[in-house]
């Protein structure tokens, strides 16, 4: 199911860059400017929960890190809010299917509502995962500037990956200078998945994950 999840996501994402227009500006496309706009959404969301729980974030990782938001009904419960958390102009249809559902017969609602459900890939967002990494934790509050806790996961962006810090910074790289630089590799580009987690050949993206 993984697999057939990559290569679907591979797919969108194929589509998707060769529907931006040409000789496009990286920060001037629609969809770069909405991704940053939704980013900051999430981080009033972020800060709600933190103002309800004592000034600690969602105890959880990786994707249940975010969904906790929802789940602890931070936000009004309706799909225009449910959007919030696919990042901008990527359809959660696609990442139902990987779930092994049919978009047809589950509203975006009730799928983000589905925690025993929820798994890799179940948001295109990459979401703080800090793999054991007490440290990580601890930097959450004394450095929040330095950890990653949000980023997007495809090249579906016109030029940028856009991550957001846990101080609420939201951040871009140009991954075609990525590219130029050997940071990342053809092969990453074309699989469609910006490469994260521990490994990743991007620093600030080694404390996300799809998990």
Known sequence: MARLGIFVIRSFFVLALSLLPLGCEPGHNGAVSAEAANMRELNTWFTMYKNSHNQMLPQETGQ????ELWRAEIMEHTDKNARRFFSAYEPYVEYA????????QISIQAYLSDWERI?????????????????????LK?????VTILANSTFAHEDLIHYMTADGEVHSLNYRDLLDDGTISADDFQAGMVPVGAGSPIEALRTVSNN
């Open 64 to 67: 249940k890190f975010l969904l």
């Open 97 to 104: 299917r990987i779930s092994g559902l049919d978009p047809a």
């Open 119 to 139: 798994g890799t890939m179940y948001t295109n967002y990459a979401v703080f995962d800090p793999q054991d990494d007490a440290e990580l934790w601890n930097q």
């Open 142 to 146: 004394t450095a929040p500037e330095s």
